[in-house]
Nanobody, 122 residues
Framework: QVQLEESGGGLVQAGGSLRLSCAAS????????MGWFRQAPGKEREFVAV????????YYSDPVKGRFTISRDNAKNTVYLQMNSLKPEDTAVYYC???????????????WGQGTQVTVSS
């Protein structure tokens, strides 16, 4: 069982930056790939980024590639999402999730956090 708790969301102006954190419980954190997803009002949840268990591989969706960076600190059981050059269309609830294998389909992820709101004003 893995419990996830996101933090770091908030209101930021377009062009600004935010860093999201996701703290995980459990002693097997490094065995899980960790991902970030987001859901905007009236839209389906979409993949943002994923990082492998040891942090050696990462993959991003096209809308965030070059602006967002996913990283993890296995000693702290924490995964991060650094978001730069934010745009109003990045406004969404952001969720972290844990998967037993590396991939980007949401069905791979067994554990989900409650989400943190990110609002980007124009």
């Amino acid at each position: 069982q893995v419990q996830l708790e996101e933090s770091g969301g908030g209101l930021v102006q377009a062009g600004g930056s935010l860093r999201l954190s996701c703290a995980a419980s459990g002693r097997t954190f490094s065995s899980y790939a960790m991902g970030w997803f987001r859901q905007a009002p009236g839209k389906e949840r979409e993949f943002v980024a994923v990082i492998s268990g040891r942090g050696s591989s990462a993959y991003y969706s096209d809308p965030v590639k070059g602006r967002f960076t996913i990283s993890r600190d296995n000693a702290k059981n924490t995964v991060y999402l650094q978001m730069n050059s934010l745009k109003p269309e990045d406004t969404a609830v952001y969720y972290c999730a844990a998967a037993p294998k590396y991939g980007y389909y949401s069905s791979l992820f067994d554990y989900w956090g409650q989400g943190t709101q990110v609002t980007v004003s124009s």
